[in-house]
C-alpha cells in the first residue's frame, strides 16, 4: 500500500533553516510528482511547491522563492523540503502528498511534521 | 496567480440535510478542481478531482459540479462522520495550486 512517511516534529529559532523528509514506498517512486502542503495552526491549507521526482525538476510559489529547496533521492525513494530563513510565520504542520498522476491532485498524504519557529 | 474564494466559511446542519458548498475561482479554470475533506488533526483527503469524478470509494452522498470559475460541493445527506472542514484546490494549467480558505461543517 501506498505510505509517505515523514520526518519528526521540529523547534527552532528564529533565522533557522529546517529539512523534513518525506520517504516514500508502496508505488514507483519516480513516477509520481510529490507536492508540499503547509497548515498554520487552526488555518487553511497553502501549496508550497512541488517536486518531479524522475528528473529534480521543482516548481513553487513564488512567495517561497529564494527561502525553499525541494530535493530527492531517488535511491531511497525519499523528497526532502528545507526552508530557510525561517520565522514565526513558518510555524505550521507541512505535509508532502503524492499525486494522482492523471490530474494534478494528492491522492495520498504523509502524516504531517510539526515545525515551530520559537525564540 | 489564481484565487480561490469559498462560501460559506462555516455551516451548521442536522444529519440528513443536503448541504452545498461553493467555490469561486478568479479566473476561469475549466473543471480543473479538486475537493478535499480534513478532520481534526488529520491530514486532508481527496474526494474529488475534474470538478465532479468521485474518487474510487468515496461515498455517493459527495458530488461536485461546475466549470469556468463557480463550483460547488454537495453532500446530499449529511452523516455524522462527514463533520470536517472541506477545501477547494485548483490545478489549472501551472502553479501555484491554491487551495480555498475551507468551509467547516458541524452538526447542527
Known amino acids: 500500500q501506498v505510505q509517505l512517511v515523514q520526518s519528526g516534529a521540529e523547534v527552532k529559532k528564529p533565522g533557522a533553516s529546517v529539512k523534513v523528509s518525506c520517504k516514500a514506498s508502496?508505488?514507483?517512486?519516480?513516477?509520481?510528482?510529490l507536492h508540499w502542503v503547509r497548515q498554520a495552526p487552526g488555518q487553511g491549507l497553502e501549496w508550497m511547491g512541488w517536486?518531479?521526482?524522475?528528473?529534480?525538476?521543482?516548481d513553487h510559489a513564488l512567495k517561497f522563492q529564494g527561502r525553499v529547496t525541494m530535493t530527492r533521492d531517488k535511491s531511497i525513494a525519499t523528497a526532502y523540503m528545507e526552508v530557510s530563513g525561517l520565522t514565526s510565520d513558518d510555524t505550521a504542520v507541512y505535509y508532502c502528498?503524492?499525486?494522482?498522476?492523471?490530474?494534478?491532485?494528492?491522492?495520498?498524504w504523509g502524516q504531517g511534521t510539526l515545525v515551530t519557529v520559537s525564540s | 496567480d489564481i484565487q480561490m474564494t469559498q462560501s460559506p466559511s462555516s455551516l451548521s446542519a442536522s444529519v440528513g440535510d443536503r448541504v452545498t458548498i461553493t467555490c469561486q475561482a478568479s479566473?476561469?479554470?475549466?473543471?480543473?478542481i479538486n475537493w478535499y475533506q480534513q478532520k481534526p488533526g488529520k491530514a486532508p483527503k481527496l474526494l474529488i478531482y475534474?470538478?465532479?469524478n468521485l474518487l474510487t470509494g468515496v461515498p455517493s452522498r459527495f458530488s461536485g459540479s461546475g466549470s469556468g470559475a463557480y463550483f460547488t460541493f454537495t453532500i446530499s445527506s449529511l452523516q455524522p462522520e462527514d463533520i470536517a472542514t472541506y477545501f477547494c484546490?485548483?490545478?489549472?494549467?501551472?502553479?501555484?495550486?491554491?487551495f480555498g480558505p475551507g468551509t467547516k461543517l458541524d452538526i447542527k
Open positions: 502528498a503524492k499525486d494522482v498522476g492523471y490530474v494534478n491532485g494528492c491522492d495520498y
Open positions: 508502496g508505488y514507483t517512486f519516480g513516477d509520481y510528482y
Open positions: 517536486i518531479n521526482p524522475h528528473n529534480g525538476a521543482t
Open positions: 479566473q476561469g479554470i475549466g473543471k480543473r
Open positions: 475534474d470538478a465532479s
Open positions: 484546490q485548483h490545478y489549472d494549467r501551472r502553479p501555484p495550486f491554491t
